[in-house]
């Protein structure tokens, strides 16, 4: 495995692959990787020539008063790991070589975003479109393959992808729970033992969503009720619990008639929950 | 030459060339083609395998009172100039395949993009950027010349470029003038056989300051003030004369022992002048 930390030479090395004829998977990650990334890898295996992951803890996707300084990183454990999942390239830059000092161009999507953790995390989704093109840019794949469980982030990108015509394919990746469903992400780790118990909730209250839906319910604002109630039951504070449309991740629209929200097309219900140090997000397509 | 229209068919033929090892120079265009573009297309020859020309006049970059719907257009005199400077692809694609009705990804320039043409014309730069850079992903061009006459827009894209990580090199083509002066442009069809005679006090204004700089003037308050006499005795109205500094287009700095702007660093004498339905843009760089 080669690991790379000058965004002008993993751009050379991708140059000379492509000139080659080999086609290139990218798996973008923050690091603190664990089982949800080495799921991602082992699709990228399955697609291509040649495995990159990209490790970067990218500053401009936090906002002020969030856990940039505090975000865990384990850069030996991730190494080891990438190693392990075959990874061909670890790309691992600085951020003074991602961001100059007089950096002053932004990408933003100004649709999708604005809901759900773009609601709550403004700037979020700028910074992740334009870190996310700046990758593309640098690796040039022909895949990137990205997890279902950043449902919103997984939609931004796509968009991005079309409209920007980037010439690469997403690859979505189902979410890899652990044993009890809670969905891995490096976050869980601010969990207190207490917390971590309780955060099952967020797939709980996904599954209650799923089975009022299998049993026919169709009425947002009572599936929402339902999901709240399980989140209610725990000391997590919802940030969010929505259920919208899944493509263009607005409401689902309110039937005068019936006076109330119905779901008709396949929707996502989501939810963002708060534990004393951790924000845990997690989703499921209703359809 | 081929034309092709479709971006995905572009793209395709663009995958091709690379892996083949060829290298590809790009000049984006609006169209209506003169000897300006024509010394663009001679540039891009000089360093590539490849010459792809796009012509696409993009609406994103128009403001509401723009002249988007008279710009002037004539895709067979371009069709047949193309061919005479021996371009390999024409792109061009049609506005419905550029943006989809519910496009909602920009790319802004959020510094050099706020003052000179970025001040008069809101939200042009944005369109630019976004426009330059889906040409970028689309036709994958390792050259990509641009002229001096837009000189914001040649510093907007080189940084663009730069804080993007675009795989392109920008190579800055000089203006090509009438006889008399006058930079070539699209928009001089606009002017009026007497306002076609004064158009030419752009020219003459920026020959003022270079005369008046090279005798040693540094003030850049008198230097603005010797252009706008030149604009003044004319029925042009300037939008706007500025000497900004080169690299970050903003205001030279202030001498407050001598009360006055002091040109110490290489500045740009830009200017824009309104004649009754045209807006002619021209600068030099005073070093």
């Known amino acids: ?13 991708a140059r000379l692959l492509i000139q080659s004829g080999k086609y290139i998977s990218f798996v973008p990650t923050m690091g603190y990787l664990h089982d949800g990334h080495v799921s991602l890898m082992r ?30 990183r384990d850069f030996e454990h991730d190494e080891k790991l990438c190693r392990e999942a075959g990874v061909d390239i670890l790309f691992y830059p600085n951020p003074e070589n991602m961001y100059l000092d007089d950096h002053s161009i932004w990408l933003s999507e100004e649709s999708l975003s604005t809901v759900l953790c773009g609601a709550s995390r403004p700037g979020h989704f700028r910074g992740v479109c334009t870190i996310v093109a700046k990758l593309l840019n640098i690796v040039q794949p022909d895949f990137m393959v990205l997890g279902e ?12 992808v079309r409209d920007m015509n980037f010439s690469v394919k997403i690859i979505a990746a189902p979410t890899v729970r652990e044993a009890d469903g809670l969905a891995m992400s490096s976050r869980n780790k601010y969990l207190t033992p207490a917390e971590r118990k309780e955060a099952v909730c967020l797939f ?50 309110f039937d005068e008639a019936q006076g109330r929200q119905t779901l008709e097309k396949p929707a996502l219900a989501a939810l963002a929950v708060k534990f004393s140090s951790a924000r845990l997000i997690d989703n499921t397509v209703l359809r």
Chains 1, 2 share one sequence.
């Open 43 to 72: 699709i990228a295996r399955e697609n291509a020539d040649v495995v990159v992951v990209s490790i970067f803890v990218n500053p401009m996707q936090f906002g002020p008063n969030e856990d940039f300084k505090n975000y865990p």
């Open 149 to 160: 469980k950043d449902a919103q982030q997984l939609r931004v990108l796509r968009r991005m």
């Open 204 to 253: 709980q209250s996904l599954e209650k969503a799923k089975a009022l839906f299998a049993a026919g319910e169709r009425n947002a604002e009572n599936l929402k009720a339902a999901m709240r109630a399980v989140i209610e039951a725990t000391s997590g504070k919802a940030d969010y619990i929505e259920i919208v449309d899944d493509e263009t991740l607005q409401s689902v629209p």
């Open 1 to 13: 495995m080669k690991i790379i930390d000058s965004p002008e030479e993993m751009q050379k090395q």
